[in-house]
């Protein structure tokens, strides 16, 4: 079996956008799923014909079929337009011909003309069977949009690419069907008189992006372009006994999808590189400098190459007949975040009058940072607040039920040991749609984010064949007792729907995670039933910096190795935080200010006071003041760029557990006036969950014609829940500890029992359309229903 070895060299340099690592990979998968799958014949150089006992005149004939390819159309088309041209009874032909070709001179550059005719000729059938070539596709492909196929490798002359998009030797429109088809080449082919025409009639096209472009855009879908991004490069380096990809400096194709709402789908030809034997030109050698030096000049790769000869000799120009099979047809997604919802109790008490209170005046707006503290009535639970924020997601946005396939609720806010909120929130999906996947995700404040990497996953995973989305939904009540950090309390609920073709992407294979056995935040079961939790306060804090610490390096360390960018703070628009406070936020954003000063990548403006801190652990410095004070002062200038704007909700409903990290995202929506500033711009996000469970990863905006609608909705979203904080009542702090022991005589309350607030009045205190809980029966069933 061949030996599969490939190296992928810089395939990603800085761009408008990244193209998504995971494209490569399902390049790579493919092959080498494939090669383990074929018989070991289609990888020796027995003749199609020996093998499917062809007689010998046969051959012959499948030999002079490559005669055109060998010694080149564009020579041949030369030879017969330098004929018309010397002989002049020819003459008013060639006046025929050059009135012609001037008004249709831009034809190959306006998507060309491609004939069901020439693509069917019997000349590329018998070039299919000279090669037993196979076309194979891996999946269905909705004719609802356009795509860009990307062909690997070249090899010599690209066989198997020409085969499968330039003619119909391998069944394409059969395979593809709804699909219209383009193959992209070099710009000099359509300067050769006549040559031109036939390429023009195969539907070939030039490889500049305006005739790309052009063609993705002659219709709004049903559009198919197929390159060969490698190009001359990858063609020096077609050897049988290796597949290098050569992706340096060639990802235009991967922007000029992202700009065109195109999907890219990887294709394979196995096979190609033993179609010749090229002399050796390992890197760095002779033969290779001078092959480099005459490519750079000409744009042509000069590669010295031995076939086979026409009399079956082993020697000579013709391609070795070898099995060439080509796999397409996995699409790569924009899998991440097309909608999303937000929900906040209408009831809050002022940080400023709540520290004046509790006798801790300024430690909680000035120590900690925040402002307000959305709290809920006893009539408002985790099941609630979920079902409020799911429902508004499913009406605003119109999201049919019966669309949705994944859905799971990220909470720490237990209201039972056994049933999940998930299966409460089916309750909106009124019977009608069952066969949704998902349940509750667990682990103090992480369990948002994983109940969101699930929803990608799935997405990923299904999508493709069940056509249907997902929603992460996260919701928690944060409330501690009297005597413990009871102003870090808040209350809320997010819901995201996840699907392809997203404006907010999750980039792939940048999850950096970090998991440790801490007990430094616990509710244990036991007792009396509580909402409070334990905590241990100093050692929270320090087990939150030092998952930031280890994420942050591993996030660096994956896009190194897997898409070969060495990132910095600098590369994002904003960083967003899991932020119980926002004092916490600041000294988390400074640790990573200072990690990169340390690593070269940033200068600040107090860098000798940071000396002194260089070679210190990382750990000895999670409580050291100097240390927070002097990172403080240099970062603030970045801190006011990518943080602070983008605190708004967290500063003013408090720490919401599992939704706080997104809720800097609405604020980010909120602001943004001038919509393509974000276009392809970075943004960092920070996870955490005490006990503990932590990630790092990143997102970026996909906005293009396809995204447009749906960014707009998640904007007007987000600039009506700012709004929307200030439609909030405001209570003083003697009615909100009174609030809060009516919640906990609810909690310990065995049996059946009715909420204080229900019986109050319920609309005074809620949102119109909020969900709220209007009894428990003997049984422990909770009872909903919603304002109207």
Same mark, same amino acid.
């Given at each position: 079996?061949?030996?599969?070895?490939?190296?992928?060299?810089?395939?990603?340099?800085?761009?408008?956008?990244?193209?998504?690592?995971?494209?490569?990979?399902?390049?790579?998968?493919?092959?080498?799923?494939?090669?383990?799958?074929?018989?070991?014949?289609?990888?020796?150089?027995?003749?199609?014909?020996?093998?499917?006992?062809?007689?010998?005149?046969?051959?012959?004939?499948?030999?002079?079929?490559?005669?055109?390819?060998?010694?080149?159309?564009?020579?041949?088309?030369?030879?017969?337009?330098?004929?018309?041209?010397?002989?002049?009874?020819?003459?008013?032909?060639?006046?025929?011909?050059?009135?012609?070709?001037?008004?249709?001179?831009?034809?190959?550059?306006?998507?060309?003309?491609?004939?069901?005719?020439?693509?069917?000729?019997?000349?590329?059938?018998?070039?299919?069977?000279?090669?037993?070539?196979?076309?194979?596709?891996?999946?269905?492909?909705?004719?609802?949009?356009?795509?860009?196929?990307?062909?690997?490798?070249?090899?010599?002359?690209?066989?198997?690419?020409?085969?499968?998009?330039?003619?119909?030797?391998?069944?394409?429109?059969?395979?593809?069907?709804?699909?219209?088809?383009?193959?992209?080449?070099?710009?000099?082919?359509?300067?050769?008189?006549?040559?031109?025409?036939?390429?023009?009639?195969?539907?070939?096209?030039?490889?500049?992006?305006?005739?790309?472009?052009?063609?993705?855009?002659?219709?709004?879908?049903?559009?198919?372009?197929?390159?060969?991004?490698?190009?001359?490069?990858?063609?020096?380096?077609?050897?049988?006994?290796?597949?290098?990809?050569?992706?340096?400096?060639?990802?235009?194709?991967?922007?000029?999808?992202?700009?065109?709402?195109?999907?890219?789908?990887?294709?394979?030809?196995?096979?190609?590189?033993?179609?010749?034997?090229? #002399?050796?030109?390992?890197?760095?050698?002779?033969?290779?400098?001078?092959?480099?030096?005459?490519?750079?000049?000409?744009?042509?790769?000069?590669?010295?190459?031995?076939?086979?000869?026409?009399?079956?000799?082993?020697?000579?120009?013709?391609?070795?007949?070898?099995?060439?099979?080509?796999?397409?047809?996995?699409?790569?997604?924009?899998?991440?975040?097309?909608?999303?919802?937000?929900?906040?109790?209408?009831?809050?008490?002022?940080?400023?009058?709540?520290?004046?209170?509790?006798?801790?005046?300024?430690?909680?707006?000035?120590?900690?940072?925040?402002?307000?503290?959305?709290?809920?009535?006893?009539?408002?639970?985790?099941?609630?607040?979920?079902?409020?924020?799911?429902?508004?997601?499913?009406?605003?946005?119109?999201?049919?039920?019966?669309?949705?396939?994944?859905?799971?609720?990220?909470?720490?806010?237990?209201?039972?040991?056994?049933?999940?909120?998930?299966?409460?929130?089916?309750?909106?999906?009124?019977?009608?749609?069952?066969?949704?996947?998902?349940?509750?995700?667990?682990?103090?404040?992480?369990?948002?984010?994983?109940?969101?990497?699930?929803?990608?996953?799935?997405?990923?995973?299904?999508?493709?064949?069940?056509?249907?989305?997902?929603?992460?939904?996260?919701?928690?009540?944060?409330?501690?007792?009297?005597?413990?950090?009871?102003?870090?309390?808040?209350?809320?609920?997010?819901?995201?729907?996840?699907?392809?073709?997203?404006?907010?992407?999750?980039?792939?294979?940048?999850?950096?995670?970090?998991?440790?056995?801490?007990?430094?935040?616990?509710?244990?079961?036991?007792?009396?039933?509580?909402?409070?939790?334990?905590?241990?306060?100093?050692?929270? #804090?320090?087990?939150?910096?030092?998952?930031?610490?280890?994420?942050?390096?591993?996030?660096?360390?994956?896009?190194?190795?897997?898409?070969?960018?060495?990132?910095?703070?600098?590369?994002?628009?904003?960083?967003?935080?899991?932020?119980?406070?926002?004092?916490?936020?600041?000294?988390?954003?400074?640790?990573?200010?200072?990690?990169?000063?340390?690593?070269?990548?940033?200068?600040?403006?107090?860098?000798?006071?940071?000396?002194?801190?260089?070679?210190?652990?990382?750990?000895?410095?999670?409580?050291?003041?100097?240390?927070?004070?002097?990172?403080?002062?240099?970062?603030?200038?970045?801190?006011?760029?990518?943080?602070?704007?983008?605190?708004?909700?967290?500063?003013?409903?408090?720490?919401?557990?599992?939704?706080?990290?997104?809720?800097?995202?609405?604020?980010?929506?909120?602001?943004?006036?001038?919509?393509?500033?974000?276009?392809?711009?970075?943004?960092?996000?920070?996870?955490?969950?005490?006990?503990?469970?932590?990630?790092?990863?990143?997102?970026?905006?996909?906005?293009?014609?396809?995204?447009?609608?749906?960014?707009?909705?998640?904007?007007?979203?987000?600039?009506?829940?700012?709004?929307?904080?200030?439609?909030?009542?405001?209570?003083?702090?003697?009615?909100?500890?009174?609030?809060?022991?009516?919640?906990?005589?609810?909690?310990?309350?065995?049996?059946?029992?009715?909420?204080?607030?229900?019986?109050?009045?319920?609309?005074?205190?809620?949102?119109?359309?909020?969900?709220?809980?209007?009894?428990?029966?003997?049984?422990?069933?909770?009872?909903?229903?919603?304002?109207?």
């Amino acid at each position: 079996m061949i030996k599969f070895q490939i190296a992928l060299r810089s395939i990603m340099q800085k761009t408008d956008k990244p193209p998504d690592h995971r494209y490569f990979t399902r390049v790579l998968t493919h092959a080498k799923d494939k090669i383990d799958k074929l018989d070991h014949r289609y990888f020796t150089c027995v003749p199609a014909y020996r093998k499917n006992n062809f007689v010998r005149g046969e051959t012959r004939l499948y030999n002079l079929t490559f005669l055109p390819i060998i010694l080149g159309m564009p020579v041949i088309a030369t030879i017969i337009f330098l004929y018309i041209l010397l002989n002049p009874l020819l003459w008013g032909i060639l006046l025929l011909y050059s009135i012609w070709y001037y008004y249709d001179k831009d034809t190959p550059w306006r998507g060309s003309r491609a004939s069901k005719f020439v693509r069917n000729l019997r000349l590329w059938k018998y070039c299919g069977e000279y090669f037993d070539a196979e076309l194979v596709k891996t999946t269905d492909l909705p004719v609802n949009r356009n795509y860009i196929f990307a062909c690997h490798p070249h090899g010599a002359i690209g066989i198997g690419t020409i085969l499968s998009f330039g003619t119909e030797a391998t069944g394409l429109a059969k395979a593809f069907s709804g699909l219209k088809f383009r193959l992209v080449t070099l710009p000099v082919n359509f300067y050769f008189p006549i040559h031109r025409e036939i390429f023009a009639f195969m539907g070939v096209i030039p490889s500049d992006a305006a005739s790309i472009e052009y063609t993705l855009n002659i219709a709004p879908h049903g559009r198919a372009v197929a390159i060969v991004p490698g190009g001359a490069e990858e063609a020096m380096d077609s050897h049988s006994h290796n597949y290098d990809l050569t992706l340096k400096e060639r990802k235009g194709f991967v922007k000029l999808a992202i700009r065109n709402g195109a999907s890219l789908v990887p294709v394979y030809n196995f096979g190609e590189n033993k179609t010749y034997h090229q #002399l050796p030109n390992e890197r760095g050698s002779f033969v290779r400098k001078v092959q480099t030096i005459i490519k750079r000049a000409t744009g042509i790769s000069p590669i010295v190459v031995c076939g086979a000869g026409f009399f079956n000799n082993h020697f000579g120009l013709i391609p070795r007949s070898v099995k060439i099979t080509t796999v397409g047809g996995m699409t790569v997604e924009n899998v991440g975040i097309k909608a999303i919802q937000i929900y906040f109790p209408k009831n809050y008490v002022s940080q400023d009058e709540l520290e004046k209170y509790d006798g801790n005046e300024g430690k909680y707006t000035k120590g900690l940072g925040q402002d307000e503290m959305s709290f809920c009535y006893d009539n408002e639970d985790v099941n609630s607040i979920a079902l409020t924020v799911t429902a508004n997601l499913l009406k605003t946005y119109d999201i049919r039920p019966d669309s949705i396939g994944y859905l799971s609720v990220g909470t720490e806010t237990l209201v039972d040991k056994s049933k999940s909120v998930k299966s409460q929130l089916m309750m909106l999906f009124d019977g009608s749609n069952t066969d949704i996947e998902g349940i509750d995700m667990k682990n103090a404040c992480f369990g948002g984010t994983q109940a969101l990497f699930g929803a990608i996953d799935w997405i990923k995973a299904n999508h493709k064949t069940d056509q249907r989305f997902a929603i992460a939904v996260m919701a928690d009540i944060a409330v501690y007792s009297s005597d413990g950090p009871r102003c870090t309390g808040g209350a809320g609920a997010i819901a995201l729907l996840v699907g392809p073709d997203a404006p907010i992407v999750i980039e792939d294979g940048l999850r950096a995670c970090f998991m440790r056995n801490s007990w430094d935040f616990y509710k244990p079961i036991g007792g009396i039933a509580s909402e409070y939790p334990i905590v241990e306060g100093e050692e929270s #804090l320090n087990c939150y910096l030092s998952a930031l610490d280890a994420c942050y390096s591993v996030y660096k360390q994956k896009t190194n190795k897997i898409i070969k960018e060495n990132r910095s703070l600098t590369d994002f628009h904003s960083v967003l935080f899991h932020c119980p406070f926002y004092k916490l936020v600041q000294k988390a954003f400074a640790r990573l200010v200072f990690t990169d000063y340390v690593a070269g990548q940033i200068n600040l403006p107090n860098e000798e006071k940071l000396e002194q801190f260089k070679d210190k652990d990382p750990s000895s410095t999670y409580s050291d003041r100097e240390f927070a004070s002097e990172t403080r002062i240099a970062s603030l200038h970045l801190l006011q760029e990518k943080v602070e704007p983008n605190m708004t909700l967290n500063r003013r409903i408090g720490n919401m557990y599992t939704p706080s990290l997104y809720a800097q995202l609405f604020t980010l929506l909120s602001r943004t006036d001038d919509v393509q500033s974000l276009n392809n711009q970075r943004v960092l996000l920070f996870s955490y969950g005490s006990g503990l469970a932590s990630a790092m990863f990143s997102i970026f905006f996909n906005l293009n014609t396809k995204t447009q609608s749906d960014f707009e909705k998640m904007r007007s979203i987000s600039k009506n829940a700012i709004n929307r904080l200030d439609e909030r009542e405001k209570h003083s702090p003697e009615l909100y500890n009174e609030i809060m022991m009516t919640r906990q005589k609810l909690v310990e309350r065995k049996g059946a029992g009715v909420p204080t607030a229900s019986l109050n009045g319920i609309s005074q205190h809620l949102f119109p359309g909020t969900y709220y809980l209007t009894k428990i029966d003997d049984k422990s069933r909770r009872s909903y229903d919603q304002v109207q």
